[in-house]
């Protein structure tokens, strides 16, 4: 198992939390996303997976769910 952690900007609600969710969520490898919300601010994702995770897929997975990684 491996343990990625980002932070995530722009978060406001539950509703945006499970978007994230959703999308990294539906990464290969991935069985758990925590999110520690922060509303408005910055928060901490923690993604646990298989095996290390791609930069970039985390990256296109957060902007699909229409926010920023720091």
């Known amino acids: 198992m491996t343990t990625t952690n980002i932070t ?3 978060m406001t609600c539950g ?6 969710k ?6 290969a490898g991935v ?3 925590s999110i ?11 993604i ?12 296109a997975a957060v902007d699909e769910a229409g926010y920023e990684v720091k």
């Not at 509703?15 to 994230?20: G, L």
């Not at 959703?22 to 990464?27: M, N, Y």
């Open 36 to 46: 520690e919300l922060n509303a408005g601010g910055d928060s901490p994702v923690t």
């Open 8 to 10: 995530v900007s722009g």
């Open 22 to 27: 959703e999308e990294l969520g539906a990464l």
């Open 15 to 20: 509703h945006c939390e499970a978007a994230v």
């Open 48 to 59: 646990t997976s298989a095996d290390a995770l791609d930069d970039a897929a985390i990256r």
């Open 31 to 33: 069985s758990d996303v």
